[in-house]
T-cell receptor, first 112, second 114 residues
Framework: SAVISQKPSRDICQRGTSLTIQCQVD?????MFWYRQQPGQSLTLIAT?????????ESGFVIDKFPISRPNLTFSTLTVSNMSPEDSSIYLC?????????FGPGTRLTVL | AQKVTQAQTEISVVEKEDVTLDCVYE???????LFWYKQPPSGELVFLIR??????QNEISGRYSWNFQKSTSSFNFTITASQVVDSAVYFC???????????FGAGTTVTVRA
C-alpha cells in the first residue's frame, strides 16, 4: 500500500485566516481525494484532485473556500480559507491503490 | 445516489466476546466496491478490506471476518474473540463504478472492556 504523509499534523488557527495542508505520497497516483471529518462525525468527500486539471468539488464545497493544487502525481495541497470555528475538523487525503483506498494520518484543525 | 447505513451507533462488549457490525448499502449500480475501515482513538483511518460487487465470497483474516450478501445489500463485519485493542470506530464505505469516491456510513463505536 502507498505511504501517505500530511503536514501539519495539527494546528490551531484564528478565525479569518487560511491554512494550507500538504499531502505527499510515496508513489505516483492518478487520483487523490480530500475528506473532512467534523468532530464526532463520519467522513465527507470534499473534492477529487487529478494532476493537470482542476479539482472536482462535491456538493456543498466550493473552490473559493477550499482551493486545491495538484502539481504532480505525488503531491497535493488543500487550503482552508477564511476559517471559522465551523471549519474545525480533521482533514484527510487519500489515494486509490490496486488493493484499496488508503488515507493519510490526517490534519487536526482547530479554529478559535 | 449511494447510501451506507450503519444502524448500530455504539457496541460495548467484554473481552473475548464476538461482535458483529452491520452495514447496509444502497446503490443502483451493478459495479461497486465495499470497504471497512478502523479508526482507533489516535485518529488514523486504517484500511481493513475492499470487496467488489462481483465477489460474494466471505472473507476471513485472522479474527476478522466479513459476510457479503447482495440479496440483502449487506456487508457485515465480525470480530471474533474481541480484544481491548479492537476498541475503535469502524466505518463501512461504498464506491461506485470507477470514480473511487467513498460514501461513508455514520460509523459504529466499539468498546471492548477488559
Amino acid at each position: 500500500s502507498a505511504v501517505i504523509s500530511q503536514k501539519p499534523s495539527r494546528d490551531i488557527c484564528q478565525r479569518g485566516t487560511s491554512l494550507t495542508i500538504q499531502c505527499q505520497v510515496d508513489s505516483q497516483v492518478t487520483m487523490m481525494f480530500w475528506y473532512r471529518q467534523q468532530p464526532g462525525q463520519s467522513l465527507t468527500l470534499i473534492a477529487t484532485a487529478n494532476q493537470g486539471s482542476e479539482a472536482t468539488y462535491e456538493s456543498g464545497f466550493v473552490i473559493d473556500k477550499f482551493p486545491i493544487s495538484r502539481p504532480n502525481l505525488t503531491f497535493s495541497t488543500l487550503t482552508v480559507s477564511n476559517m471559522s470555528p465551523e471549519d474545525s475538523s480533521i482533514y484527510l487525503c487519500s489515494v486509490e491503490g490496486w488493493e484499496g483506498q488508503f488515507f493519510g494520518p490526517g490534519t487536526r484543525l482547530t479554529v478559535l | 445516489a449511494q447510501k451506507v447505513t450503519q444502524a448500530q451507533t455504539e457496541i460495548s462488549v467484554v473481552e473475548k466476546e464476538d461482535v458483529t457490525l452491520d452495514c447496509v448499502y444502497e446503490t443502483r449500480d451493478t459495479t461497486y466496491y465495499l470497504f471497512w475501515y478502523k479508526q482507533p482513538p489516535s485518529g488514523e483511518l486504517v484500511f481493513l478490506i475492499r470487496r467488489n460487487s462481483f465477489d460474494e465470497q466471505n472473507e476471513i483474516s485472522g479474527r476478522y471476518s466479513w459476510n457479503f450478501q447482495k440479496s440483502t445489500s449487506s456487508f457485515n463485519f465480525t470480530i471474533t474473540a474481541s480484544q481491548v485493542v479492537d476498541s475503535a470506530v469502524y466505518f463501512c464505505a461504498l464506491s461506485v463504478g470507477n470514480d473511487y469516491k467513498l460514501s461513508f456510513g455514520a460509523g459504529t463505536t466499539v468498546t471492548v472492556r477488559a
